[in-house]
């Protein structure tokens, strides 16, 4: 079948996704959708509305409130020749599941050579006032896990190829989708080429040479209005966002470290053992020669989400306490 | 809907019940149906005998035997065809030999000339597969995980036979909603393939047997479980592990056929297959199989779990024996001669010596082999 993609100017994110996945389902005849309640009602974000018509009851199936069992029933699909894409209602709910996702599907691979083309949608991050189980940021479980790839993007035009490539990606893809970004970003689909697998990525997103910032997600967006507000203080940030988690695309990290010796990883999961501190290991490994300074962490502290927006808000990094960090770290 | 339960006894007593009557099915193929669940019976045994014999010497570091559970395990693998799903446990050569192997192939006298087989011949080569099988268990290079899993942590496909077998992980219970997954991709490409998945009773203690279950039978997946209930999970009796009088039944709860069986009787094992493969076949959905076998070794060989089954108990499992059982009915039936039987033994027992040995003298891995995480 062709290989259609969506054009179009001014895409939200949420619309993104819902493109990516009726394109590579029109495409693909093996794509299949499984989760709570995406089948007439389209899912709690409405991101499959429709679809069932489309496609019908087959390809777009409600499950039981059943991660394990979802995510195994998948797994065994995607080693007879399906690929199924999961949506989790919320990526706080994949802990039900995380047996089979870091023990069947991440280790499958290398335990027998059979592929899990399957693809995991979470619904994740904070900003909205949720709670400590609508709101958690828990890219780090699955880093952990080899044979898991990750993808984190802050942009609706990585969000959508992205996502196609990893519905063709004959491995298992945790596809970390932001909620505050579903329905405030917005950028062109323009048509680029699809991957058939997903590779690592990072992009620098903003030219500077005083201090490389690394982020994923929402906190890219933040981190690029922090770089303006730097800027006109003379402090020129070099923005790299990393669209893919894993693999690592560790490359361009070390190339912009050795013109602006200094690094800053912003992320808003918590602090203890989040993907910041894996990455200052590795620019450690690599780098420590070239920094003038220790590798600065800006992160959420180690707590669970408040409710309360204002109690939320004190945690997530925001614009001001990304500049001041890059301030201490500048000064050190 | 629910089957009627072969054996409606209590079976929570640690008692296996008693042998179902499967005479209406017992008609002239009885003869060859016997002969063909005996000889791979044999093969497994034997094949089990080898490998405790290996850790006895120190030969091998771990076994988990699959004596006492041939009967059931042969049974159900009879009642699969090409391109059906295999997912098994670590008591469960009996199936995987039948699966992999056309017995007949590799011991042309083992049957008569006119022998109705119940299963076609998968095909392909059956002792490569086996001495492949052999090297799984030893670790070495031409196992099917290169060394890299344990003994029946391994996946086999050959789609050009229809075989396709995926083994399992150490987690108990995991593997149901993947083998329910399985029977999905069937029920997806509009097939009339079916996947067949073992578990002990302890498993069905584990959240994925009722997520697996219910959204199987939710979706009506061509989906077979068969609990192989032993009655001991590794030193936990059933008294410790479920409180209702049989695990059949918890098909009830999701509407779906359950059905009771002696398992040490290959012929009414068969027969709840066949008609449990038949439903799935038909689009009627899964069936929960409950498999009574004795308890004949420990969790593992070497372990002491076994001195946790009271003597009285474990005296009737081995009195039991499915092998002892089958061949006597045999015998008494007037179907061979001990001296036949005796003959296929040795038969078994020196194909098993022979690819065992082969599998031995074969290369350990490659050191530092570097086995990808990701597929290409």
Same mark, same amino acid.
């Given at each position: 079948?062709?290989?259609?993609?969506?054009?179009?100017?001014?895409?939200?994110?949420?619309?993104?996704?819902?493109?990516?996945?009726?394109?590579?389902?029109?495409?693909?005849?093996?794509?299949?959708?499984?989760?709570?309640? *995406?089948?007439?009602?389209?899912?709690?974000?409405?991101?499959?509305?429709?679809?069932?018509?489309?496609?019908?009851?087959?390809?777009?199936?409600?499950?039981?409130?059943?991660?394990?069992?979802?995510?195994?029933?998948?797994?065994?699909?995607?080693?007879?020749?399906?690929?199924?894409?999961?949506?989790?209602?919320?990526?706080?709910?994949?802990?039900?599941?995380?047996?089979?996702?870091?023990?069947?599907?991440?280790?499958?691979?290398?335990?027998?050579?059979?592929?899990?083309?399957?693809? *995991?949608?979470?619904?994740?991050?904070?900003?909205?006032?949720?709670?400590?189980?609508?709101?958690?940021?828990?890219?780090?479980?699955?880093?952990?896990?080899?044979?898991?790839?990750? !993808?984190?993007?802050?942009?609706?035009?990585?969000? #959508?190829?992205?996502?196609?490539?990893? *519905?063709?990606?004959?491995?298992?893809?945790? #596809?970390?989708?932001?909620?505050?970004?579903?329905?405030?970003?917005?950028?062109?689909?323009?048509?680029?080429?699809?991957?058939?697998? !997903?590779?690592?990525?990072?992009?620098?997103?903003?030219?500077?040479?005083?201090?490389?910032?690394?982020?994923?997600?929402?906190?890219?967006?933040?981190?690029?209005?922090?770089?303006?507000?730097?800027?006109?203080?003379?402090?020129? *940030?070099?923005?790299?966002?990393?669209?893919?988690?894993?693999?690592?695309?560790?490359?361009?990290?070390?190339?912009?470290?050795?013109?602006?010796?200094?690094?800053?990883?912003?992320?808003?999961?918590?602090?203890?053992?989040?993907?910041?501190?894996?990455?200052?290991?590795?620019?450690?490994?690599?780098?420590?020669?070239?920094?003038?300074?220790?590798?600065?962490?800006?992160?959420?502290?180690?707590?669970?989400?408040?409710?309360?927006?204002?109690?939320?808000?004190?945690?997530?990094?925001?614009?001001?306490?990304?500049?001041?960090?890059?301030?201490?770290?500048?000064?050190? | 809907?629910?089957?009627?339960?072969?054996?409606?006894?209590?079976?929570?007593?640690?008692?296996?019940?008693?042998?179902?009557?499967?005479?209406? /099915?017992?008609?002239?193929?009885?003869?060859?149906?016997?002969?063909?669940?005996?000889?791979? &019976?044999?093969?497994?045994?034997?094949?089990?005998?080898?490998?405790?014999?290996?850790?006895?010497?120190?030969?091998?570091?771990? /076994?988990? =035997?699959? %004596?006492?559970?041939?009967?059931?395990?042969?049974?159900?693998?009879?009642?699969?065809?090409?391109? $059906?799903?295999?997912?098994?446990?670590?008591?469960?050569?009996?199936?995987?030999?039948?699966?992999?192997?056309?017995?007949?192939?590799?011991?042309?006298?083992?049957?008569?000339?006119? &022998?109705?087989?119940?299963?076609?011949?998968?095909?392909?080569?059956?002792?490569?597969?086996?001495?492949?099988?052999?090297?799984? &268990?030893?670790?070495?290079?031409?196992?099917? =995980?290169?060394?890299?899993?344990?003994?029946?942590?391994?996946?086999?496909?050959?789609?050009?036979?229809?075989?396709?077998?995926?083994?399992?992980?150490?987690?108990?219970?995991?593997?149901?909603?993947?083998?329910?997954?399985?029977?999905?991709?069937?029920?997806?490409?509009?097939?009339?393939?079916?996947?067949?998945?073992?578990?002990?009773?302890?498993?069905?203690?584990?959240?994925?047997?009722?997520?697996?279950?219910?959204?199987? =039978?939710?979706?009506?997946?061509?989906?077979?479980?068969?609990?192989? +209930? +032993?009655? /001991?999970?590794? =030193?936990?009796?059933?008294?410790?592990?479920?409180?209702?009088?049989?695990?059949?039944?918890?098909?009830?709860?999701?509407?779906?056929?359950?059905?009771?069986?002696?398992?040490?009787?290959?012929?009414?094992?068969?027969?709840?297959?066949?008609?449990?493969?038949?439903?799935?076949?038909?689009?009627?959905?899964?069936?929960?199989?409950?498999?009574?076998?004795?308890?004949?070794?420990?969790?593992?060989?070497? $372990?002491?779990?076994?001195?946790?089954?009271?003597?009285?108990?474990?005296?009737?499992?081995?009195?039991?024996?499915?092998? $002892?059982?089958?061949?006597?009915?045999?015998?008494?039936?007037?179907? %061979?001669?001990?001296?036949?039987?005796? @003959?296929?033994?040795?038969?078994?027992?020196?194909?098993? &010596?022979?690819? %065992?040995?082969?599998?031995?003298?074969?290369?350990?891995? @490659?050191?530092?082999? $570097?086995?990808?995480?990701?597929?290409?």
């Amino acid at each position: 079948m062709p290989n259609e993609m969506t054009v179009e100017e001014n895409v939200l994110y949420i619309e993104a996704l819902s493109h990516a996945l009726r394109d590579e389902m029109r495409h693909d005849p093996s794509v299949m959708l499984m989760g709570q309640d *995406i089948a007439g009602h389209g899912g709690a974000f409405k991101i499959t509305k429709g679809f069932l018509d489309e496609f019908g009851p087959q390809r777009v199936r409600n499950t039981p409130i059943a991660e394990s069992g979802t995510i195994g029933i998948a797994t065994g699909a995607a080693i007879l020749g399906q690929r199924p894409v999961i949506e989790m209602q919320f990526a706080d709910f994949i802990s039900c599941g995380f047996n089979q996702l870091v023990n069947v599907a991440a280790k499958m691979y290398w335990r027998t050579e059979c592929a899990v083309p399957l693809v *995991i949608r979470m619904p994740g991050g904070g900003g909205m006032g949720a709670g400590a189980f609508h709101s958690q940021n828990v890219e780090s479980w699955f880093l952990h896990s080899p044979g898991l790839k990750v !993808v984190a993007p802050a942009f609706s035009d990585d969000a #959508y190829r992205l996502l196609r490539s990893a *519905i063709k990606d004959p491995n298992p893809v945790i #596809y970390f989708e932001h909620k505050f970004l579903y329905r405030r970003e917005r950028t062109d689909l323009k048509g680029t080429e699809i991957g058939d697998r !997903v590779v690592g990525e990072a992009n620098v997103r903003r030219s500077g040479q005083h201090l490389t910032s690394i982020s994923w997600g929402w906190m890219t967006h933040r981190v690029l209005e922090a770089a303006e507000i730097m800027a006109a203080e003379g402090v020129e *940030i070099e923005v790299i966002d990393l669209p893919v988690l894993s693999p690592l695309d560790l490359d361009p990290i070390l190339q912009s470290i050795e013109k602006t010796e200094h690094v800053a990883i912003t992320h808003e999961a918590t602090r203890t053992c989040g993907f910041g501190a894996e990455l200052a290991a590795r620019i450690s490994d690599e780098a420590i020669w070239n920094l003038d300074g220790p590798v600065t962490r800006i992160t959420y502290p180690d707590s669970p989400s408040p409710f309360n927006k204002k109690l939320e808000a004190d945690r997530i990094p925001s614009v001001d306490v990304i500049c001041d960090g890059w301030r201490q770290a500048l000064q050190s | 809907m629910m089957d009627q339960p072969a054996n409606s006894s209590p079976s929570n007593t640690g008692a296996p019940p008693e042998v179902s009557p499967a005479a209406a /099915w017992l008609d002239t193929g009885s003869d060859h149906a016997l002969r063909e669940m005996h000889a791979y &019976m044999r093969l497994t045994r034997e094949w089990d005998l080898r490998y405790e014999k290996m850790f006895k010497t120190g030969a091998l570091s771990k /076994w988990y =035997s699959s %004596v006492g559970n041939e009967a059931a395990t042969v049974a159900a693998a009879s009642a699969i065809e090409k391109g $059906d799903a295999l997912v098994s446990l670590h008591r469960d050569a009996g199936a995987i030999l039948r699966h992999y192997v056309d017995i007949e192939t590799l011991i042309p006298e083992i049957f008569p000339s006119n &022998m109705n087989l119940i299963r076609q011949p998968l095909g392909g080569d059956s002792r490569e597969r086996l001495f492949r099988l052999a090297c799984q &268990m030893l670790g070495r290079q031409h196992g099917y =995980s290169a060394g890299h899993e344990r003994s029946y942590h391994y996946n086999h496909m050959e789609p050009e036979h229809g075989l396709i077998h995926i083994g399992m992980i150490s987690h108990l219970g995991s593997m149901i909603p993947v083998a329910a997954g399985a029977a999905l991709s069937f029920q997806q490409q509009k097939s009339d393939r079916v996947a067949i998945n073992f578990i002990g009773e302890g498993a069905t203690s584990t959240g994925d047997f009722h997520e697996g279950l219910n959204i199987a =039978s939710v979706w009506k997946l061509p989906f077979i479980l068969i609990i192989e +209930n +032993n009655h /001991w999970a590794f =030193s936990t009796p059933t008294s410790q592990q479920y409180a209702c009088d049989n695990l059949a039944s918890r098909a009830i709860g999701y509407g779906m056929a359950g059905v009771e069986v002696d398992g040490n009787d290959p012929i009414a094992m068969h027969q709840v297959m066949q008609e449990a493969v038949q439903r799935a076949r038909s689009g009627e959905g899964p069936t929960l199989v409950e498999a009574h076998v004795g308890r004949h070794r420990g969790h593992s060989e070497g $372990d002491d779990s076994l001195d946790q089954v009271p003597g009285d108990e474990l005296k009737g499992y081995l009195e039991n024996d499915p092998m $002892d059982l089958i061949e006597t009915r045999m015998v008494n039936g007037g179907i %061979v001669s001990r001296a036949w039987l005796e @003959e296929i033994r040795e038969k078994c027992a020196a194909l098993i &010596m022979e690819v %065992v040995d082969e599998a031995m003298s074969m290369p350990e891995p @490659e050191p530092n082999s $570097d086995r990808s995480i990701h597929a290409e």
